[in-house]
DNA sequence: CCCCGGTCTTCCACTGAGTGGAAGTTTAGT
DNA sequence: ACTAAACTTCCACTCAGTGGAAGACCGGGG
């Protein structure tokens, strides 16, 4: 090779995993160029994979030439295992009927909640929110909910680092989210105001299976609504009661 | 190499590729060399394969040990291309509620159609169809909804091969379903009655952006209920006409 | 007009990552 | 205990992949 294979050797399949892994839901779109840059691989070296990659589908282009995921990829996620997903559905599709708003649902992953399902209507509040999407778990309702029922260990060392602050409202300091977090284990729910976006609040309980938070399930509605979330606590507890109850009967068999 | 390079030399990524390729809506989880079979490739390329897309979570293993698409590739599936669906959701959500049936939005690719969005409550019919699966285009109502609408050329390409025909009531005829899809045109929807599966049956209308069938909104009930199909036609005309509307809108700007 | 900063594409000589047949191991069924 | 199938490991060979560099392309501003 001119330049030849001057790196230990990387595998090929890392490579091609790396060029994926540079989209994410901030960097949905990207230049050739700019996958080099977040992948860390020489731009010929990407080029070329790129290349078999649309050529499979796995990766298209947008009308400007920027490259993005491909509908191959999109098919295959869906064959991901979508237990919870297709067992929550229905129930949160009820639980939008009800109540209008925004119902999604979320899992941990990592330290981040992963939003698996969302039903909205039309007249939704813009919402942070993707499915497939991450945020922290501090300033979201899911997260607390979630965070709420870890392990202690986990707890302590979620809030050891250093906690972002999207929002002036957002709750960072230890001492205070704890308290927090032991009145959503006492209440059964939580509730956040404008501690993500500004302009939109939330309510949010934990999907219990045996003591452990399997996903939560959250509504988002427009601040100004905010003391209609009251009202909404109780079908969105019964909403994720529903869903426990048929995961947890899902998983005997 | 022992064995060695025999093969003229497909590009490793192409193998990556064939790997994930041997997943599909029919296959969802497949062991190591069921992937091999249906890859072609050989038992230890594909064990090393697996492995290495194990470790990125690309791929993950059921409690039985098979392999099926992990969480990452779903992640990154949610990030394609979903003006679509986004912008129809809303509206088959609105379908749903006053209807309270199955709902679903397919679009056509290649010779098959694609379901891409889907809402169903709890007491739903079991249904083939999944978001992320292909049916055949003749045995449902969103496949001859957006057959109707597709150029002479491709019609009597699509009826030239030999058709599938999953239960008895299947129309296979080319003579007969041609003249079904043009009924279909001059009314503006579809009807089916268990032509892909026993006991269930179904309407559905196509999205018409400037003459062209852009997606197909269907609606899927049980059999004994076919009666009350013909009740449903009117609000699932017009939620496939408010996607138009939106759909148009939005490729405007 | 030309030059500059950026992005994308092509080239090519070298070499180690990938290869796959075969042998060994574990698992399941009879 | 025997058989068959699925899985894992091994290893010598070699060609697919490599990446630096040079070239093409595209605006935009001097």
């Given at each position: 090779?001119?330049?030849?294979?001057?790196?230990?050797?990387?595998?090929?399949?890392?490579?091609?995993?790396?060029?994926?892994?540079?989209?994410?839901?901030?960097?949905?779109?990207?230049?050739?160029?700019?996958?080099?840059?977040?992948?860390?691989?020489?731009?010929?070296?990407?080029?070329?994979?790129?290349?078999?990659?649309?050529?499979?589908?796995?990766?298209?282009?947008?009308?400007?030439?920027?490259?993005?995921?491909?509908?191959?990829?999109?098919?295959?996620?869906?064959?991901?295992?979508?237990?919870?997903?297709?067992?929550?559905?229905?129930?949160?599709?009820?639980?939008?009927?009800?109540?209008?708003?925004?119902?999604?649902?979320?899992?941990?992953?990592?330290?981040?909640?992963?939003?698996?399902?969302?039903?909205?209507?039309?007249?939704?509040?813009?919402?942070?929110?993707?499915?497939?999407?991450?945020?922290?778990?501090?300033?979201?309702?899911?997260?607390?909910?979630?965070?709420?029922?870890?392990?202690?260990?986990?707890?302590?060392?979620?809030?050891?680092?250093?906690?972002?602050?999207?929002?002036?409202?957002?709750?960072?300091?230890?001492?205070?989210?704890?308290?927090?977090?032991?009145?959503?284990?006492?209440?059964?729910?939580?509730?956040?105001?404008?501690?993500?976006?500004?302009?939109?609040?939330?309510?949010?309980?934990?999907?219990?299976?045996?003591?452990?938070?399997?996903?939560?399930?959250?509504?988002?509605?427009?601040?100004?609504?905010?003391?209609?979330?009251?009202?909404?606590?109780?079908?969105l507890l019964a909403a994720a009661d529903r869903i426990a109850h048929?995961?947890?009967?899902?998983?005997?068999?």
């Amino acid at each position: 090779m001119a330049g030849g294979a001057r790196e230990p050797g990387r595998s090929v399949t890392s490579k091609v995993l790396a060029v994926l892994g540079a989209f994410d839901s901030a960097h949905p779109q990207l230049s050739l160029s700019d996958i080099a840059r977040r992948s860390g691989l020489p731009l010929s070296t990407v080029h070329r994979l790129v290349g078999q990659l649309e050529e499979w589908q796995a990766l298209s282009r947008t009308s400007d030439g920027r490259l993005r995921v491909g509908m191959r990829l999109w098919e295959l996620g869906q064959l991901a295992p979508a237990r919870l997903q297709d067992l929550a559905h229905p129930w949160l599709q009820e639980l939008f009927v009800t109540t209008g708003e925004n119902v999604h649902l979320a899992v941990r992953d990592g330290m981040e909640v992963l939003y698996v399902d969302k039903v909205h209507g039309r007249r939704a509040v813009p919402i942070v929110s993707r499915t497939g999407g991450r945020l922290p778990m501090h300033p979201t309702g899911v997260g607390k909910a979630l965070l709420a029922h870890e392990p202690e260990w986990f707890v302590s060392s979620y809030l050891a680092r250093r906690l972002e602050r999207p929002t002036p409202h957002t709750v960072t300091e230890p001492g205070r989210l704890s308290r927090e977090l032991a009145a959503v284990r006492a209440q059964g729910y939580a509730l956040t105001f404008e501690e993500m976006t500004l302009g939109s609040c939330s309510a949010a309980a934990p999907v219990l299976v045996g003591g452990r938070a399997v996903a939560a399930v959250g509504l988002v509605v427009s601040s100004r609504r905010a003391r209609e979330l009251k009202r909404l606590v109780e079908p969105l507890l019964a909403a994720a009661d529903r869903i426990a109850h048929d995961y947890a009967r899902a998983h005997a068999a």
